[in-house]
């Protein structure tokens, strides 16, 4: 069992920058694709980004070059720094995680075996 905990969203205006983080307790992290997604109201939940174990990452087109996911295995957590902050932007975000050891198309949301309880990010102008 993978307990995902995020944290850092919060309200910024546009432009600003936040970085979420998400924490993870249990063994085999280093070893686990890690994703985040969001889902704003009214639509459906969304890719934004995923690193693998080998640290290759993913990106949705409409948040290349302005978030950056990350991870550090020593502490069990992955980050994404969110830049350049636009209203669309706005959501609540999740952290998910894979099962150890296997690659799948990370953009599905089905293929994740663990999530968090998410993290509001809203954007005003």
């Known amino acids: 069992q993978v307990q995902l905990v995020e944290s850092g969203g919060g309200l910024v205006q546009t432009g600003g920058s936040l970085m979420l983080s998400c924490a993870a307790a249990?063994?085999?992290?280093?070893?686990?694709?890690m994703g985040w997604f969001r889902q704003a109201p009214g639509k459906e939940r969304e890719f934004v980004a995923a690193?693998?174990?080998?640290?290759?990452?993913y990106y949705v087109d409409s948040v290349k070059g302005r978030f950056t996911i990350s991870r550090d295995n020593a502490k069990n957590t992955v980050n994404l720094q969110m830049n350049s902050l636009k209203l669309e932007d706005t959501a609540i975000y999740y952290c998910?995680?894979?099962?150890?050891?296997?690659?799948?198309?990370?953009?599905?949301?089905?293929?994740?075996?663990?999530w968090g309880q998410g993290t509001q990010v809203t954007v005003s102008s």
């Open positions: 998910a995680g894979g099962a150890p050891g296997r690659a799948f198309s990370v953009r599905n949301w089905s293929l994740y075996d663990y």
């Open positions: 690193i693998n174990w080998r640290d290759t990452t």
């Open positions: 249990g063994r085999t992290f280093s070893s686990r694709t």
